[in-house]
């Protein structure tokens, strides 16, 4: 009777521990790096596309004016799927137009930089540093009341949200150029 409930409890405890389904993160198409984006220029030809971008992942087999670049990344990690796309149009073997769905470009980069030094920069100068008895006791030491205790502030006290409201983004390099 031991023996089984040993067993039991044995397998009970294998199929706890080795019940849970692992999610492998799925990345397919071409990943684009925002430096080979950024040099890409109307008026280049197929094999400096290709130079700088690669082969694109799904050739259009009735249509060779347009070389499409997908790229798809999931992961248990984030909720929605990362999906982007870069669409190549030629005319005369010269690139004419570029549609840019996503696909980060050196400028972007550098104004997400921008924002994000000026947000942790704004961060410290906001932050207030407290001292000792202030963390041991969870104290203001000149009212000598707790910080949890103490009335809300009103809307007008309250310092603002450390993190400044973005500006909207410039246009990507390399969206179409033209009427569509």
Not at 111 to 116: H, R, T, V
Not at 148 to 169: G, M, R, V
């Amino acid at each position: 009777m031991k023996r089984l409930a040993l067993s039991t409890i044995l397998l009970a405890a294998v199929l706890l521990t080795t019940g849970c389904v692992y999610k492998m993160n799925i990345q397919q198409g071409n990943y684009l790096v925002a430096d080979s984006v950024s040099q890409l220029k109307e008026g280049m030809t197929r094999s400096q596309v290709r130079f700088l971008l690669g082969t694109p992942m799904v050739p259009v087999a009735f249509d060779d004016s347009r070389w499409d670049y997908y790229y798809f990344f999931s992961s248990r990690k984030i909720k929605e799927p990362l999906k982007r796309r870069l669409t190549v149009y030629f005319q005369d073997e010269k690139v004419q137009r570029i549609e840019n769905l996503g696909v980060p470009t050196q400028a972007d980069l550098a104004q997400i930089e921008a924002d994000l030094k000026k947000a942790i920069a704004e961060t410290r100068k906001n932050r207030k540093k407290p001292s000792l008895w202030q963390r041991m006791t969870g104290r203001d030491k000149t009212s000598g009341t707790n910080e949890s205790t103490s009335e809300p502030q009103s809307e007008a006290e309250k310092q603002p949200d450390p993190l400044p409201p973005s500006a909207p983004l410039p246009e990507p390099a390399g969206t179409p150029s033209g009427p569509t």
